[in-house]
C-alpha cells in the first residue's frame, strides 16, 4: 500500500482524493508512523448515481438506414398541417 508523508499529502490532495476515487488506497504518515488510511467514498449518493447514469445502455438501437432529417420534416409537417 503505497504511503504518504502529510506534507507530501497536503501538496497533493486534489490527486490523491481522485486516486482514492478511483479505488486505490493510501497511508497518510507522519515521520514515517501512519497516521491514516485513505479510501474512496462509496456512500448512498455515489452508488445511486452510477446506477442512474448508463442504466439502459445496450437496451436499444437505431437502425442504420433511418433518414432522421426526412423523417422529422415529414412528421412536423403533418403536426403542424404545413405545406411540404
Known sequence: ML???IDEAKVNLSEL?????GGESFVIAEAGKP?????GYEGKET?????????M??????AKDLDFKAFCRKEISEMFDLDQ
Open 47 to 55: 452508488s445511486k448515481r452510477a446506477k442512474l447514469f448508463g442504466c
Open 17 to 21: 482524493a481522485r486516486k482514492a476515487a
Open 3 to 5: 504511503q504518504f508523508e
Open 57 to 62: 445502455q445496450g437496451q436499444g438501437f437505431v
Open 35 to 39: 497516521l491514516a488510511k485513505i479510501v
